[in-house]
């Protein structure tokens, strides 16, 4: 069964500073694919980056980065220059395959102050 | 490109009574995925369609049910509805490939009085 950790209930950063959230996932799969998910208070989930396990380069989406240690079961996302509008509900999240089921964790509370 | 959509946006149901919340997928995708987000939670996985059957189920009792249409439209299904089943329920669609994502809709909240 996977797993998916999140152990920061709350995080807050100044206005274009740079923050690191983290994530950490356990699967006995060889193949699998990680994501984090924005949830604004609108609600919806909305896609913010994506990685494959069998990819050794991490990620980035224009302010978005990962970085995936793929031993340690480790998937965190670093914000730069973070902007009011990040302010969300941030979900790591791991699937078996990109359009398999999603298994999330707690999620993280990230507050960008001016 | 039209997203997930998602209607209705609100609901207020009484225990015991019955619900069904409707989905309609992205534009070309066959794969519609429901998921149930109680407060402060991450989403829970209820189940999956894929080409109109049932393509995986979460850890959620048989009140829970749902349809995919030929168009892949989905509907989500409770019966006997419950106190704990208020919660914001999330559809994804996703053309069924192992290099696709899902995308979300913006979410039904239930609320059960």
């Known amino acids: 069964a996977q797993t998916v950790t999140q152990s920061q209930p709350e995080m807050s950063v100044q206005e274009a500073e740079t923050v690191t959230l983290s994530c950490t996932y356990d699967?006995?799969?060889?193949?699998?694919?990680l994501f984090w998910y924005k949830q604004p208070p609108s609600r919806q989930m909305i896609l913010v980056i994506r990685?494959?396990?069998?990819?050794?380069q991490n990620a980035t989406e224009n302010r978005f980065s990962v970085n995936f240690q793929k031993a340690a079961k480790s998937f965190s996302l670093k914000i730069s220059d973070s902007q009011l509008g990040d302010t969300a509900m941030y979900f790591c999240?791991?699937?078996?395959?990109?359009?398999?089921?999603?298994?999330f964790g707690k999620g993280t509370k990230l507050t960008v102050n001016p | 490109e039209t997203g997930v959509t998602q209607s209705p946006t609100h609901l207020i149901k009484t225990r015991g009574q019955q619900v069904t919340l409707r989905c309609s997928s992205q534009?070309?995708?066959?794969?519609v995925s429901w998921y149930q987000q109680a407060l402060g939670q991450g989403p829970q996985f209820i189940f999956q369609?894929?080409?109109?059957?049932?393509?995986g189920r979460g850890n959620f009792p048989p009140r829970f049910s749902g349809l995919q249409f030929p168009n892949y439209s989905s509907e989500l299904n409770v019966n006997a509805l419950e106190l704990d089943d208020s919660a914001l329920y999330l559809c994804?669609?996703?053309?069924?490939?192992?290099?696709?994502?899902?995308?979300f809709g913006p979410g039904t909240r239930l609320t059960v009085l």
């Open positions: 534009s070309g995708h066959n794969t």
């Open positions: 699967t006995s799969e060889n193949n699998y694919y």
């Open positions: 990685q494959e396990a069998y990819k050794q």
């Open positions: 994804a669609s996703s053309f069924a490939t192992s290099t696709d994502t899902q995308y």
């Open positions: 999240a791991s699937s078996q395959g990109g359009s398999e089921k999603l298994v």
């Open positions: 369609y894929y080409r109109e059957e049932e393509n």
